[in-house]
């Protein structure tokens, strides 16, 4: 069982930047076997994918964050981040951190809240 602890949310102003952070603490070594990733979900809309970082380091980005958002993983600390610079106010969403070796062993966190707004 891979258990998931988001942090790193909060109001923020557009164009201001944000960090999320997502520990995997009773992971141990297993960890590095994982695909991490970053979804979002904002009111009345389905969840999407935001980045995802592959066990061998590769990423993807969703089209609306390229240039914008960094995700990085530390196999050392069983952490996965989200730098997010630029943030706009279609950025609010509730985020949720992933990990996925396959559809039988696919985890979710509990979701952390971003609200961009002046």
């Known amino acids: 069982q891979v258990r998931l602890v988001e942090s790193g949310g909060g109001l923020v102003q557009p164009g201001g930047s944000l960090r999320l952070s997502c520990a995997c603490p009773a992971s141990g070594p297993i960890f590095i076997i994982y695909h991490m990733g970053w979804y979002r979900q904002a009111p009345g809309k389905q969840r999407e994918l935001v980045a995802r970082?592959?066990?061998?380091?590769?990423?993807n980005y969703a089209d609306s964050v390229k240039g914008r958002f960094t995700i990085s993983r530390d196999n050392t600390k069983n952490a996965v981040y989200l730098q997010m610079n630029s943030l706009r106010p279609e950025d609010t969403a509730v985020y949720y951190c992933n990990a996925y070796r396959s559809p039988m062993d696919d985890y979710w966190g509990q979701g952390t809240q971003v609200t961009v707004s002046s």
């Open positions: 970082i592959s066990n061998d380091r590769s990423t």
